[in-house]
C-alpha cells in the first residue's frame, strides 16, 4: 500500500499520444451536471472533439474532473444571435448532447426538427432521470427517485432499510454509460445511413435495464422479495462485507465451490456446519461464525493471507486509499492532474488510446470557421 499515483506522463494522459477512437467527431454539450458532463468526459478522454457551451460568467473549474477534455463557449442561449452562431455550429456537428427537461430545447429554438432540417446526420442525444414522456416526465428528481421506481433501490442494503448505492446506478451506471452507447450506437448507423436521430436516454430506463439479471433470477426462482435474503445482496455469509481486528473491512466473494472451499482452508473454517454452503436457513448462523472469525485479525493480516487468491477477496480501500492499492497503481488507474487525483480514462484501447487532454476556452464563431474549413474537405 505504500505506492504512489502517478503523476509522470503515460500513455493515457501524454499530449503526444494517439488521438483516440473518437478522433474527428464533434459533439456539442450543453452544459449540466451529473450524467451529462461524465458522458461528456468519456467521449472527450476518447477523442472526440466536445465543446461545451456554458453561461456567461460560469467559470468552470479548470481542476475539475467530470469537465476535463472541453472547449468551452460562454454563451447566452436566450441571445437570438447567440443563438443563431449556434445554429451555425451544429450544422456542422455530429452529435450534441443535453440534460434539459423535455421541451426546454424546442422552446429555444433547438429542437431535433430544427436541427435535424439543418443537419440530417445529426445524433440528438437526451439525458433524462424521466425521459422524454411519461406521466412523470415534467417532475423534478433526483438519481435516488429514479432508481426507486425500477426495483433496484429496494433491492440494495441490510434487511431493515434499503441503502443508498451513492448515484452509481441511476446518474452515471443507468444514466451516462447509457447514454453513452446510445451516441456511439447512433452515430455508428449514422456513418452508414447518412441520417441523425434522437438518442432518448432514461435514468429509470438504464437502471431498470441494469436490473436484467436479477429479473432473470427471480423467474428462475433463484432470487426472492427482500433485501440480504439472496446469495449476492448480503444474505449469504460467503458473499459480502466483513469487518476486522483493526476496524476496516474486507470483502469476500466465495460464490463457486472451488473458491468456497479454498476460503474454509485459509480462513480455518474447519467446522462441519460451513458444509452448508447453499443452505438458506443455515446462512445468518454462518455468518455470524464467519463475523467472528474476521475480527480475530486486522485488514493487512487478513491481505497476507487471503490477497491475489481464488478466494476472490478484496480490501474494502478508501477513496485516499484505492489509488495507492499496488495492482491500482501498476496499472496507473488513478492519475494526478493539477494536483488532483482522478481516475485514468477507461475502458482502454490498444491502438487509439485514450487521453486526458485539458479544457481551454473558444470562441464559437473561430469554431464554426475551422469546421467549415474542415468539412469543406472531408465532406
Not at 8 to 17: G, H, L, V, W
Not at 29 to 50: K, N, Q, S, T, Y
Not at 256 to 261: R, V
Request: glycine share 10%; proline share 7%; net charge negative.
Amino acid at each position: 500500500m505504500e505506492n504512489k499515483v502517478p503523476d509522470k506522463p503515460d500513455p493515457q494522459t501524454s499530449p503526444s499520444a494517439a488521438l483516440g477512437p473518437l478522433a474527428g467527431f464533434r459533439i456539442v454539450e450543453f452544459a449540466g451536471i451529473g450524467p451529462g458532463p461524465f458522458a461528456c468526459m468519456m467521449l472527450a478522454d476518447m477523442g472526440a472533439e466536445v465543446i461545451t457551451l456554458d453561461r456567461p460568467g460560469a467559470n468552470k473549474n479548470q481542476k475539475s474532473v467530470a469537465g476535463r477534455g472541453r472547449k468551452v463557449v460562454e454563451i447566452d442561449l436566450k441571445d437570438k444571435a447567440a443563438l443563431g452562431e449556434v445554429l451555425d455550429l451544429l450544422e456542422h456537428a455530429d452529435a450534441l448532447i443535453e440534460g434539459f427537461r423535455p421541451g426546454v430545447m424546442e422552446r429555444l429554438g433547438l429542437g431535433p426538427d430544427v436541427l435535424l432540417a439543418r443537419n440530417p446526420r445529426l445524433v440528438f442525444g437526451r439525458m433524462t432521470g424521466w425521459g422524454q414522456d411519461g406521466p412523470l416526465a415534467q417532475a423534478a428528481g433526483h438519481d435516488i427517485n429514479y432508481i426507486s421506481v425500477t426495483g433496484a433501490l429496494a433491492a440494495i442494503g441490510p434487511a431493515e432499510t434499503p441503502v443508498l448505492p451513492l448515484n452509481l446506478v441511476g446518474d452515471f451506471g443507468g444514466g451516462a454509460l447509457y447514454l453513452v452507447a446510445g451516441v456511439l450506437a447512433a452515430l455508428l448507423e449514422a456513418s452508414k445511413s447518412g441520417k441523425g436521430q434522437v438518442v432518448d436516454a432514461a435514468m429509470c430506463d438504464g437502471a431498470a435495464s441494469l436490473m436484467s439479471m436479477f429479473f432473470d433470477l427471480t423467474a428462475a426462482g433463484r432470487w426472492t422479495v427482500g433485501r440480504a435474503n439472496n446469495f449476492l445482496d448480503g444474505g449469504a455469509h460467503f458473499y459480502g462485507v466483513y469487518q476486522c481486528a483493526c476496524g476496516h473491512f474486507i470483502s469476500i466473494g466465495s460464490l463457486e465451490p472451488q473458491f468456497y472451499a479454498l476460503l474454509r482452508q485459509l480462513a480455518g473454517l474447519s467446522d462441519q456446519a460451513f458444509d452448508a454452503q447453499m443452505e438458506r436457513e443455515a446462512w445468518p448462523s454462518l455468518k455470524q461464525k464467519l463475523t467472528d472469525v474476521f475480527r480475530t485479525k486486522t485488514r493487512d493480516e487478513w491481505c497476507q493471507i487471503m490477497e491475489g487468491t481464488d478466494v476472490c477477496f478484496a480490501p474494502v480501500l478508501t477513496l485516499a486509499e484505492a489509488p495507492l492499492h499496488p495492482h491500482m497503481a501498476a496499472r496507473k488507474t488513478f492519475v494526478e492532474r493539477h494536483g488532483v487525483t482522478q481516475p485514468a480514462p477507461a475502458p482502454r484501447f490498444s491502438r487509439t488510446p485514450s487521453t486526458i487532454r485539458e479544457p481551454a476556452k473558444a470562441e464559437i464563431a473561430s469554431l464554426v470557421r475551422e469546421w467549415q474549413e474542415k468539412d469543406s474537405f472531408s465532406r
